[in-house]
């Protein structure tokens, strides 16, 4: 596969671009990242330095990609954090060129806003763009369930009301939904796959960590799966097991940055050793 991948970078840890592109790529998939900011750190520590990238200047790269001629043999384009209002319209613009070139290519889109524990986190002017003119155009969402509440106008908290919620966002536009964080407890945590065909759920151990970038590896690594395996299931099984042993080898290296380099074995070869159930 080749993947255009619009989302941030950081010189220091993993998120955005800087936590997608590896596990693709060891996962034997050709990468063109192109960034919307580019900082020294994720903004979880709470101080960074560096630049949000103009708009104009991210449509630049995407430009320059195109007139190397190779857009008709892209088959996914990837969307994550976007720093400001204005790079919806840019990742918009892409993705039509992208399809215009491969009408078979898919546009995944991360609508990286904010999550139960701290709110929104980006521009408030973000967060509507997303909603009424991102998702719209997107195959496949993944959003976290606090995010899925906002895109829906709804709450869902439980597995019915989350479905219930994923239904409505389908009717937006997408395909397919990825809900990252389902039904949480003190010990596990769900991940939820819902298509027009059916909704899959998957169960792993909750872990005593907050892992910032690990909604940007969940987001490539299904889009990756899905492409390859064209179930949902399958791409859902895959994706939780490679996520869950990064973040274990995290966990145990006591350190604060997602271990990919640590975990890359599981990354390419994922054990798929948590049960995936039909829920509907």
């Not at 840019?90 to 039509?96: G, N, T």
């Amino acid at each position: 596969m080749r993947i255009l991948s619009i989302q941030s970078s950081v010189a220091y840890g993993h998120v955005g671009n800087s936590a997608a592109v590896f596990p693709l790529q060891r996962l034997g998939h050709e990468v063109w990242p192109v960034f919307t900011v580019h900082f020294s750190n994720h903004t979880g520590y709470g101080a960074w330095r560096g630049p949000l990238l103009a708009p104009d200047d991210v449509a630049a790269v995407v430009t320059g990609i195109a007139e190397r001629g190779v857009l008709g043999s892209c088959d996914a384009v990837l969307s994550g954090y976007q720093g400001g209002a204005g790079i919806a319209a840019v990742i918009l613009d892409a993705v039509a060129q992208v399809k215009e070139a491969n009408p078979a290519a898919t546009y995944t889109c991360d609508p990286v806003m904010g999550n139960a524990t701290s709110g929104c986190f980006v521009d408030p002017a973000i967060p509507p763009v997303i909603r009424e003119q991102v998702v719209p155009k997107a195959d496949i969402i993944t959003p976290n369930q606090f995010e899925l509440g906002f895109l829906t106008d709804t709450s869902p908290t439980s597995l019915e009301e989350t479905l219930a919620s994923a239904d409505l966002a389908m009717a937006m536009g997408p395909s397919t939904v990825l809900v990252t964080s389902v039904d949480p407890t003190d010990d596990s945590i769900g991940m939820l796959a819902v298509n027009r065909d059916g909704a899959w759920l998957v169960e792993t151990p909750r872990l005593p960590m907050k892992a910032n970038g690990s909604g940007d590896i969940t987001a490539a690594m299904f889009t990756a799966h899905l492409h390859e395996t064209g179930s949902p299931a399958d791409a859902l099984a895959r994706t939780a097991s490679a996520v869950f042993a990064v973040l274990k080898e995290t966990l145990d290296s006591g350190e604060r940055e997602l271990r990919l380099v640590a975990a890359q074995d599981a990354i390419a070869d994922p054990a798929c050793e948590f049960e995936v159930r039909q829920v509907r």
